[in-house]
């Protein structure tokens, strides 16, 4: 087991006590519950993630690594809850700069628990390039939407689309529709219980491979190896 049912405890304090105080006075909880059991599976994944594509990092370090930090950017929000009451992990291509990149996402918190596998808000570009890629292979696209169709896995970006075809699209394209996506990611959602799980690490890496095809599509539609 790698993440145990005291982290739902911790992360339910945090959420109804999002201060500096109560933070500091549990720091020691958040090192054991959270960081370190968080740092702990990132190494557990990196092998099996490596076999899937060794263009896709894990990286455990404290600073900068897969694990994305807690404290919260308040600068520009109306919010100042100085923390993310989540737990973010991104694993992502190693040509990527930030979490806009092609990658693979965990998300642990008590709303919601997901694996996400794509791109979310791509730069100008790289948009540019999976739209092209979809209008300019539509039946390649159809076979990996395929995957949304189980019900274990979700297409998501519906309710942030275009409501006019992009520049340099025509609206009689077949793919006009997907071609209108701001977001490429597919997410798996998952409970609670599924994270505390003894097998999570198999869990989540069985979802990559899943998604390994859906990955490749983006990484070569914007010039990269997978």
Known sequence: MVFSEELIDFL?????????????????????????????????????????????????RKQGGSLMRIYRDVRFSRDKSPYKTNVGIQFRHESGKDVHAPGYYVHISIEECFIGAGSWMPDRDALLAYRRAVSEHPNEWLALK????????????????????????SADDPMIEDIKRKHFIVTHRMDIEDVTAPDFVDYTVDRFKESKDWMAFLAQAIGLPF
Request: net charge negative; no cysteine; aromatic share 8%.
């Open 12 to 60: 339910v304090g945090l959420s109804a006590n999002n201060n500096r105080e109560w933070f500091n006075a549990r720091k020691d909880v958040y090192e054991s519950v959270l960081r370190e059991p968080a740092l702990e599976y990132i190494r557990e994944v990196g092998e099996p993630l490596a076999d899937i594509s060794p263009h896709v990092r894990a990286s455990d």
């Open 146 to 169: 395929q995957m949304t169709e189980s019900g274990e896995w979700t297409l998501d970006g519906h309710h942030d689309m275009l409501k006019r075809p992009p520049r340099g699209f």
